[in-house]
């Protein structure tokens, strides 16, 4: 993913980070759980979609490959193991043809229907397999990761005990970017993570700005290319 960056990608990759938080309103969730439903789709799918169109913006590559992480907990045998058993799906999508926005989620809710069916894969075995060439500047297949937080934490009440939530930030980072959106009372709350060697914060976030529009777009005219 070829991401234009404020630095010259080092040799050998780095993992220092930073995180930026953007908040979307209310109104802007409600309309999107609205478009969701009436796409039949998930929310996920539709964030996904429009981060990848985010990315093709940016890039102007019309391969976008995201990895994803998955509970990988379909065995029943697993179920009530405490164990982190998560695995990593790619998830590629093609915009040639400058698409709409609505043929382009049904190829993204197919395409992730599809590596649904393949989830207990390991990512490294895919690796493995695929034989990408390598580098030991960025991660293989993948560059850029999205998660969606489907059971983020609840507030906590203890009598007489006030708790404030408190973001934890270790200034590292896995990838490129990384963008994990969680669901609350107040609407959308996206965390951008991102390698503080190739990118700045400004461009962050400005970057977190587009995905903004271009999700408020979405909402008002999905069928526009």
Same mark, same amino acid.
Request: charged share 20%; no cysteine.
């Given at each position: 993913?070829?991401?234009?960056?404020?630095?010259?990608?080092?040799?050998?990759?780095?993992?220092?980070?930073?995180?930026?938080?953007?908040?979307?309103?209310?109104?802007?969730?409600?309309?999107?759980?609205? &478009?969701?439903?009436?796409?039949?789709?998930?929310?996920?799918?539709?964030?996904?979609?429009? &981060?990848?169109?985010?990315?093709?913006?940016?890039?102007?590559?019309?391969?976008i490959l995201i990895g994803t992480?998955?509970?990988?907990?379909?065995?029943?045998?697993?179920? =009530?193991?405490?164990? &982190? &058993?998560?695995?990593?799906?790619?998830?590629?999508?093609?915009?040639?043809?400058?698409?709409?926005?609505?043929?382009?989620?049904?190829? !993204?809710?197919?395409?992730?229907? *599809?590596?649904?069916?393949?989830?207990?894969?390991?990512? @490294?075995?895919?690796?493995?397999?695929?034989?990408?060439?390598?580098?030991?500047? %960025?991660?293989?297949?993948?560059?850029?990761?999205? !998660?969606?937080?489907?059971?983020?934490?609840?507030?906590? @009440?203890?009598?007489?005990?006030?708790?404030?939530?408190?973001?934890?930030?270790?200034?590292?980072?896995?990838? *490129?970017?990384?963008? =994990?959106?969680?669901?609350? =009372?107040?609407?959308?709350?996206?965390?951008?993570?991102?390698?503080?060697?190739?990118?700045? /914060?400004?461009?962050?976030? /400005?970057?977190? =700005? %587009?995905?903004? !529009?271009?999700?408020?777009?979405?909402?008002?005219?999905?069928?526009? %290319?």
């Amino acid at each position: 993913l070829q991401l234009p960056s404020d630095n010259p990608r080092p040799t050998v990759q780095t993992f220092t980070g930073n995180l930026i938080t953007l908040e979307l309103n209310p109104e802007l969730t409600q309309a999107l759980d609205k &478009f969701r439903n009436q796409a039949k789709t998930t929310l996920f799918m539709t964030l996904l979609a429009t &981060f990848k169109v985010l990315l093709y913006r940016y890039t102007g590559q019309v391969d976008i490959l995201i990895g994803t992480p998955i509970a990988n907990r379909q065995r029943l045998e697993i179920e =009530s193991l405490i164990g &982190f &058993f998560v695995n990593t799906l790619v998830l590629r999508t093609d915009l040639s043809g400058n698409p709409a926005f609505t043929n382009l989620l049904a190829q !993204v809710r197919q395409v992730a229907l *599809d590596a649904y069916k393949h989830q207990d894969l390991p990512f @490294e075995m895919l690796v493995e397999a695929l034989q990408p060439t390598r580098s030991l500047s %960025h991660s293989p297949l993948f560059q850029a990761m999205f !998660v969606l937080q489907h059971a983020p934490l609840g507030e906590f @009440e203890l009598a007489g005990l006030p708790f404030t939530r408190l973001e934890v930030l270790d200034h590292t980072t896995k990838f *490129d970017l990384t963008l =994990s959106m969680e669901g609350r =009372s107040a609407g959308l709350i996206g965390r951008w993570e991102y390698n503080t060697d190739l990118f700045e /914060r400004a461009t962050i976030e /400005r970057m977190t =700005s %587009h995905f903004q !529009v271009l999700l408020e777009a979405i909402v008002a005219n999905p069928d526009a %290319h």
